[in-house]
């Protein structure tokens, strides 16, 4: 079965930092783009960061660009996201997207399609 | 960054309905969005790409169109199963942004 499984979530103060991390299995990890998703509960969708297959691109919300960090070990289909500095507006559940990059007219198209249950972050001022 | 505009925020609808969501980008993307559903604590599931293409597994009575800055979703014959929030997902710029969705209700 394929899934992924994030761990790492918690309560943080102000500034402080966290690693989530995600686990991945049942499918050949390395061969997909990868995506970090979050959503304050009751809110909607914010889209935070994302990975290439090989680590060697990765693209970020602008609010947090200075502050997280994406990466990825495909030796142990993991995908992580180191979060510093955090602040009151990064509280939210933090899911781990795959990415199955479909082919339409020469392009390759964002689709996720397979998404972990989420891990909740919350950060207390 | 591209702003997603979707509407309306919410909607009543009847088993049966047909139901039209729309989504508007702040710029012209082509055709690079997506559309996403999500019920009630779990995570979203991902319906349409390339604006119109229906990924695998998606019922028929789901259709999209549009491209440039004006988008739609359709739900013909609307079922009990898909009472949830809609979302779409821009994908030509980064950052990507999605709309901020809209809920279809039961009446």
């Known amino acids: 079965e394929e899934q992924m499984v994030e761990s790492g979530g918690g309560l943080v103060q102000f500034g402080g930092s966290l690693r989530l991390s995600c686990a991945a299995s049942g499918f050949m990890f390395g061969n997909y783009w990868m995506t970090w998703v979050r959503q304050v509960p009751g809110k909607g969708l914010e889209w935070v960061a994302n990975i290439k297959r090989d680590a060697s691109v990765s693209h970020y919300l602008d609010s947090v660009r200075d502050r997280f960090s994406i990466s990825r070990d495909n030796a142990k289909n993991s995908l992580y996201l180191q979060m510093n500095s955090l602040r009151d507006e990064d509280t939210g559940v933090y899911y781990c997207?795959?990415?199955?990059?479909?082919?339409?007219?020469?392009?390759?198209?964002?689709?996720?399609?397979?998404w972990g249950q989420g891990t909740l972050v919350t950060v207390s001022s | 960054a591209i702003q997603m505009t979707q509407s309306p925020p919410s909607l009543s609808a009847s088993v049966g309905d047909r139901v039209t969501i729309t989504c508007r980008a702040s710029e012209d993307i082509g055709n690079e969005l997506g559309w996403y559903q999500q019920k009630r604590g779990k995570a979203p599931k991902f319906l349409i790409y390339a604006a119109s293409t229906s990924y695998i597994g998606v019922p028929a009575r789901f259709s999209a169109s549009g491209s440039g800055t004006d988008f739609t979703l359709t739900i013909n014959g609307l079922q009990p199963e898909d009472f949830a929030t809609y979302y779409c997902?821009?994908?030509?710029?980064?950052?990507?942004?999605f709309g901020q969705g809209t809920k279809v209700e039961i009446k």
């Open positions: 997207v795959r990415d199955v990059s479909p082919k339409s007219g020469g392009r390759y198209y964002d689709a996720f399609d397979l």
């Open positions: 997902l821009q994908d030509s710029y980064y950052p990507r942004t």
